[in-house]
DNA sequence: ACCCCCGCGTGAAACGATTCAATTATTCCG
DNA sequence: CGGAATAATTGAATCGTTTCACGCGGGGGT
């Protein structure tokens, strides 16, 4: 009635639960007759394997985490969604985990996904100090790929856009649109992403002489970018652009601009990074630098099973894309 | 070096590996000073827990799974959202899948979380016949409970939105705005939301006489809207206004009537439903059906919870919320 | 006729934790 | 000071698989 265990099935079809198993595990080494019978009692029986059994003796678990910065930003769903068909078709299955831009969550996940001996993680670290916890898991044997961020001097395979150039990119832009001071909005800087967008971004303010303010958001979501320009608005001479650290804080800097009545792309232009599908539909659709978010999910679930395969003799690799500009109607000077 | 045992532990602490358990699940079971060098033990060795072991044990697992239609529509991340905290002070750890409105990749889900041995599972179904499966899974001593789908006669708890009233609601601002004709995108059909908004919608429309046409989308995101509404528009006299069964699908038909120069609200107007977060934000801010997200998935995990806690003597319990219309631009007549 | 191999099966030993009855050491009380 | 209650620890059984060395009977080769 409640659950079977092979046991049961190895009793009902008359044979050892040796026998059992190897019906599911190598179907063509029994015979036909005492395969039909098996099957038959384990449809009969409603027997379902118990996964936890099957760990136990294999040592490790088929599973992949994901652990992102925020499950509701559709950046990481789309990283997500990159990465599951590899992982599918590799007989994985995903687990996604939200450190929500927390430290002691992405901590507390690590701990978890350990003890449940994941097969292999990818990750976007919280932090910089998340290394040494991740070092933690390489060293049992967990095969960890970030993601979004360089290996650095990490023993890790990584995946990575330039952000630093990314930054570049999206002040480049706007100043060549003539602006003489610009805005960041970002935070909170613990984050390497944040600061690598504002370095590239003080970089070529500093080159042509443009005025860099940055404002510092709780956090890099809709909320934190209305917050922010709620508070570049109350300076005496505002900047005239900003540059926000990703398309949710630039959505809610285009909230906030709206509500105080600023017209954009008029008195204050607007880029994000990113490029999520919502930028593009936004009240005025955003400029963004937009980041190759399937392809990043793609090839971090490859360099794990590159990793896996190899085994020991594996060295890591360090892929790095290239952002791209896109410039729509956010920053359109003309028109 | 790989990884150690509580074996391992007890050895090097001296004392059995009774006491190691002991000292992980009840502290106050054992001495002092022992719990000390276990613990110093534990330390140096870098033991980890193994989560199959002591599931095995324990016949079940902590994990809670949560099985979506599309992990990047923003109205399912926040229905996670708001379960996570619940499960995650229940001692739980959460498990998304994503079933991308398919049977078969749900049903394969269904099955590895079986194995797993999962302790609860929150679901919306892609189908109705997803039922027998599910009761499957009953059978077997998981509780499962229906998110945004009434239970009906099922064995379940569940927690729903009225999604007839919500196709109402959206159909009855049309027609109070003076549309003679309206158009339903949405699909596939088999999707129960689907059918329900629909089908208030239509109750409203036969009502007042108002023209319905349905356009049926592949499916309920971005791209099927813009699609859907390709479609509609090679009609000779298309409908006025458009009711999409999620903001997905609105976003995606804002941005096919945009293309083709048809002006929103004044040329046609749209209705959307969820009011996903980027729905305000939208290029026309979008009007939509709101309904609770997070309370959404709150309520599941609790009723969840319940049914675990009771055990054999639990009643299942239908929880049904009420949406709401929220009115903005892209329906606005005056303005 | 002998041996060996092959195809099918068997049974028992892991895997690593939890649990509980049994054991030993300690303290308390009359 | 004996005996009982209390505290701390042990050791073995158990959970459900997988794996592997071994048995057993029947051909085929020489």
């Given at each position: 009635?409640?659950?079977?265990?092979?046991?049961?099935?190895?009793?009902?079809?008359?044979?050892?639960?040796?026998?059992?198993?190897?019906?599911?595990?190598?179907?063509?080494?029994?015979?036909?007759?005492?395969?039909?019978?098996?099957?038959?009692?384990?449809?009969?029986?409603?027997?379902?394997?118990?996964?936890?059994?099957?760990?136990?003796?294999?040592?490790?678990?088929?599973?992949?985490?994901?652990?992102?910065?925020?499950?509701?930003?559709?950046?990481?769903?789309?990283?997500?969604?990159?990465?599951?068909?590899?992982?599918?078709?590799?007989?994985?299955?995903?687990?996604?985990?939200?450190?929500?831009?927390?430290?002691?969550?992405?901590?507390?996940?690590?701990?978890?996904?350990?003890?449940?001996?994941?097969?292999?993680?990818?990750?976007?670290?919280?932090?910089?100090?998340?290394?040494?916890?991740?070092?933690?898991?390489?060293?049992?044997?967990?095969?960890?790929?970030?993601?979004?961020?360089?290996?650095?001097?990490?023993?890790?395979?990584?995946?990575?856009?330039d952000d630093v150039h990314?930054?570049?990119?999206?002040?480049?832009?706007?100043?060549?649109?003539?602006h003489a001071s610009v805005?960041?909005?970002?935070?909170?800087?613990?984050?390497?992403?944040?600061?690598?967008?504002?370095?590239?971004?003080?970089?070529?303010?500093?080159?042509?002489?443009?005025?860099?303010?940055?404002?510092?958001?709780?956090?890099?979501?809709?909320?934190?970018?209305?917050?922010?320009?709620?508070?570049?608005?109350?300076?005496?001479?505002?900047?005239?652009?900003?540059?926000?650290?990703?398309?949710?804080?630039?959505?809610?800097?285009?909230?906030?601009?709206?509500?105080?009545?600023?017209?954009?792309?008029?008195?204050?232009?607007?880029?994000?990074?990113?490029?999520?599908?919502f930028a593009a539909a936004?009240?005025?659709?955003?400029?963004?630098?937009?980041?190759?978010?399937?392809?990043?999910?793609?090839?971090?679930?490859?360099?794990?099973?590159?990793?896996?395969?190899?085994?020991?003799?594996?060295?890591?690799?360090?892929?790095?894309?290239?952002?791209?500009?896109?410039?729509?109607?956010?920053?359109?000077?003309?028109?």
């Open positions: 009635m409640t659950t079977s265990s092979m046991k049961d099935v190895a009793r009902a079809a008359g044979v050892s639960v040796g026998t059992v198993s190897n019906v599911l595990n190598r179907p063509d080494a029994v015979a036909e007759e005492t395969r039909r019978r098996v099957l038959a009692a384990i449809a009969s029986l409603g027997y379902v394997r118990n996964d936890s059994a099957r760990q136990l003796r294999a040592g490790r678990s088929r599973n992949v985490a994901i652990v992102v910065l925020d499950v509701s930003n559709p950046f990481f769903t789309d990283v997500v969604r990159g990465a599951e068909p590899l992982v599918d078709s590799a007989g994985g299955v995903v687990t996604v985990c939200d450190s929500g831009e927390d430290v002691r969550r992405e901590q507390r996940h690590l701990e978890i996904l350990e003890e449940q001996r994941v097969r292999g993680l990818l990750i976007t670290p919280v932090d910089d100090t998340s290394a040494e916890r991740l070092e933690r898991l390489t060293a049992h044997d967990i095969p960890v790929v970030l993601v979004d961020r360089g290996a650095g001097l990490h023993p890790h395979c990584s995946v990575a856009v990314g930054g570049r990119l999206a002040a480049a832009h706007l100043v060549e649109q003539g805005a960041f909005i970002g935070g909170p800087l613990s984050i390497p992403q944040v600061r690598d967008r504002l370095a590239g971004c003080r970089e070529v303010c500093e080159r042509s002489g443009t005025r860099l303010e940055t404002f510092t958001s709780v956090s890099l979501n809709v909320g934190g970018g209305r917050q922010a320009v709620e508070q570049m608005l109350r300076l005496p001479d505002a900047p005239t652009a900003v540059f926000c650290a990703n398309d949710l804080v630039a959505l809610g800097a285009l909230q906030g601009l709206t509500m105080h009545g600023v017209k954009v792309p008029e008195e204050c232009a607007i880029v994000g990074y990113d490029d999520i599908d936004a009240a005025v659709p955003l400029s963004s630098v937009r980041q190759p978010r399937a392809q990043l999910g793609r090839t971090a679930a490859q360099l794990l099973f590159e990793e896996i395969a190899e085994g020991k003799g594996h060295t890591h690799r360090n892929v790095v894309f290239q952002p791209e500009l896109v410039a729509r109607a956010s920053t359109a000077v003309d028109l």
